[in-house]
């Protein structure tokens, strides 16, 4: 069954790929938002599978914006969001706030796209969407991932 719904989604996304002409290949796009491991998990691959795409690409980065907010303005029952929101002067929350920004310019898109049915817009999306990652998103959010993993070692370490 996994390797028949696997297939089956490879040979769809090289028919949507052609249809809308973008230009990333299926393991860029697995590598970064797993979109075999999303098709094991539905179960399913949508007639509409472009839309499937984009609606796991959307999940992906509206998960980095819920986890980007909470550590911005942490929850004051959750230890760990207020942990890590510590480790960040205002400016350095200043800065997530602006990604957070610039993740939800890539959300809206997709939604923009929802609407209108633009294909053409849809290819940019989708193209865009890994762009951003590589280019932009990845470099900063590895900092702030770093930066909290510094804290919880040297919170970690006994003191002597």
């Known amino acids: 069954m996994t390797t028949e719904l696997i297939k089956q989604f490879e040979e769809k996304f090289e028919e949507m790929k052609r249809e809308l002409g973008f230009a990333s290949n299926l393991e860029d796009l697995d590598k970064i938002f797993f979109l075999r491991d999303s098709i094991l998990k539905e179960k399913y691959v949508s007639a509409n599978l472009s839309r499937q795409v984009c609606g796991r690409i ?43 920004s610039k993740l939800m310019s890539v959300v809206t ?11 053409a817009k849809e290819a940019e999306f989708i193209d865009g969407a890994v762009k951003f990652w590589n ?17 919880r070692v040297k919170d970690s370490m006994p003191k002597l």
Do not use: C, Q
């Open 58 to 100: 959307v999940e992906t980065y509206m998960s980095w914006v819920n986890y980007l907010h909470s550590v911005i303005a942490p929850n004051p029952a959750y230890l760990v969001s207020i942990n890590e929101s510590s480790a960040f002067s205002e400016r350095e929350r200043e800065n997530m706030a602006r990604l957070i």
């Open 109 to 119: 898109k997709n939604t923009l796209v929802g609407i209108t049915k633009d294909k």
């Open 135 to 151: 280019v932009a998103f990845k470099p900063e959010i590895t900092s702030v991932l770093e930066k909290i993993n510094n804290k």
